[in-house]
């Protein structure tokens, strides 16, 4: 271990403050290993990289990290299941090599559903607490899907809801969704999934101006009810440095007043208009219904939900959850490095 870093975890113990501004190299040569060695003056510090290190972080390749990106998945729309959805026994999740083919099913397509989860309250946290930590918001650790008397969220009422992602009023968003099927005896009440990065691409493919239009106007979303007010103000669809997709946020229900520059408001109406005809076309759409004991899993920075109106005869409940990419990725980063080794 070289000693600019902590022996015993890794971890840089210089900042770049403390490097010469001259900075140059002295000379470079491989070592026995065939590593490169770069020996810098003016302080006589010497980097010793492998070739491998080298190629695979080259500028030029431009293959920098990025599990965010639309580059990174597989872009799904209805007929790319013709071999049946990501499906996954709950009781093999147990064994690490399930986990990872879970998580990477979230990473690559955005989504995995479980089966054979038990019908238990609480169990969705228990879903979270094997992979990750629950986000908690003002509507709780978990929150109930049933239909309520004068709810707060019309998710918590038996009319269907539109495409969406959840939370966009709030910053930053909860990144993954879980919806737990406890009871399902309603007629209707389907539920759909669109993947929001397709959706996007299809927009840029369509009209270059109107992607343009939503990856650069920042609109405001807002949430309120008696306790709660949470607003933001963010992106429909935000690009990384690459100008490559990696997040989306759309919930017609929580959009607040636009603010645009006035000579953009048109410009932005028409894009927002042309979008969501995109979001909403059949061929885009997974159209499944929960049976007890489901549970799906979702990325809500890519994959947009909805479900159906449902009948007022009959039960339907689902417990749901936030958590968050960041730790789930971790895991399946941890679960893959463990398999390389
Ligand atoms: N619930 C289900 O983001 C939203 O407002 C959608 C969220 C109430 C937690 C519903
Ligand atoms: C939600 C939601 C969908 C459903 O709770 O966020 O969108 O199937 N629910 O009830
Ligand atoms: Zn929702």
């Known amino acids: 271990m070289p000693e600019s870093r902590n022996k015993n975890n890794g971890q840089r113990l210089f900042s770049v403050k403390d490097l010469p501004s001259s900075i140059s190299i002295d000379k470079a040569y491989m070592d026995d290993e065939g590593n490169v060695c770069v020996l810098f003056k003016p302080e006589d510090h010497l980097s010793v990289f492998t070739q491998h290190w080298l190629r ?185 440095d690459n100008h490559e997709i990696i997040k989306v946020r759309y919930n017609n229900r929580s959009i607040d007043t636009i603010n645009v520059p006035k000579d953009k408001v048109r410009l932005f109406y028409k894009a927002y208009r042309h979008w969501s005809e995109v979001i909403e076309r059949d061929e885009l759409k997974i159209q499944f219904k929960l049976s007890e004991g489901d549970l799906m899993l979702f990325d809500n920075t890519r994959v947009m939900h909805a479900r159906t109106k449902f009948s007022k005869t009959g039960k339907r409940h689902l417990q749901g959850a936030y958590t968050d990419l960041d730790g789930l990725y971790s895991l399946l980063n941890t679960l893959e490095n463990k398999k390389n080794d």
Not at 103 to 130: H, M, Y
Not at 160 to 186: I, K, W
Not at 219 to 233: A, P, V
Request: charged share 25%; with cysteine; glycine share 6%.
């Open 56 to 240: 695979s972080n080259c500028y030029e390749l431009n293959n920098h990290f990025d599990d965010r990106s639309e580059k990174q998945k597989t872009l799904w729309q209805k007929n790319s299941f013709e071999n049946g959805l990501p499906i996954i026994d709950y009781d093999s999740m147990s064994k690490d090599d399930t986990k990872l083919k879970a998580l990477c099913s979230l990473r690559d397509i955005g989504f995995f559903v479980l089966t054979g989860v038990p019908t238990v309250e609480g169990q969705v946290l228990k879903v979270i607490s094997a992979m990750g930590y629950t986000r908690e918001t003002n509507y709780g650790a978990l929150f109930e899907v049933r239909t309520e008397i004068n709810p707060n969220n019309l998710a918590y009422t038996n009319l269907g809801l539109g495409s969406h992602t959840d939370n966009p009023y709030r910053d930053p968003v909860p990144t993954v969704q879980l919806l737990h099927c406890l009871e399902s005896s309603t007629e209707g009440g389907d539920s759909i999934l669109v993947d929001g990065f397709k959706a996007a691409s299809i927009l840029r493919d369509e009209n270059e101006e109107n992607f343009l239009t939503l990856t650069s106007s920042w609109i405001n979303y807002r949430f309120s009810d008696s306790k709660t007010d949470l607003r933001s103000r963010v992106l429909m669809i935000e690009l990384n």
